[in-house]
């Protein structure tokens, strides 16, 4: 009878280490799965990360042309009104100057 006591336990002993093992396997396993999903996961968010970038320095650029643009726009406008201005000062000084030749 002791016998059969002795060895039932040696058996749900082997049985406990063997359930163990195969939880630590599992576990082991998860980890891994979770690992993998992470990393998976990780390149998504760079990668996404890196087209968002890309997009907003694109955008960046195409704001900075059209700023350019805007600014040789303006620029260019205030040398016509400025050359403008001159020409009709110069007209005003040599009418003046043949009105006076003239008196």
């Known amino acids: 009878h002791a016998q059969a006591e002795v060895a039932a336990k040696a058996l749900l002993l082997q049985q406990k280490a063997e359930l163990e093992e195969a ?4 576990r082991a396993d998860a980890e891994e799965v ?22 907003q320095k694109v955008e960046l650029e195409e704001q900075q042309g059209e700023g350019l643009s805007e600014m040789r726009a303006r620029l260019e406008e205030a040398s016509v009104n400025a050359l403008t201005a001159q020409k009709a000062q110069l007209e005003d000084l040599a009418a003046t100057a043949l009105a006076q030749q003239k008196a």
């Open 23 to 26: 939880a630590m396997m599992e």
């Open 34 to 55: 979770a690992s993998e999903a992470l990393a998976q996961q990780k390149t998504e968010l760079v990668e996404m990360a890196r087209e968002a970038l890309a997009e």
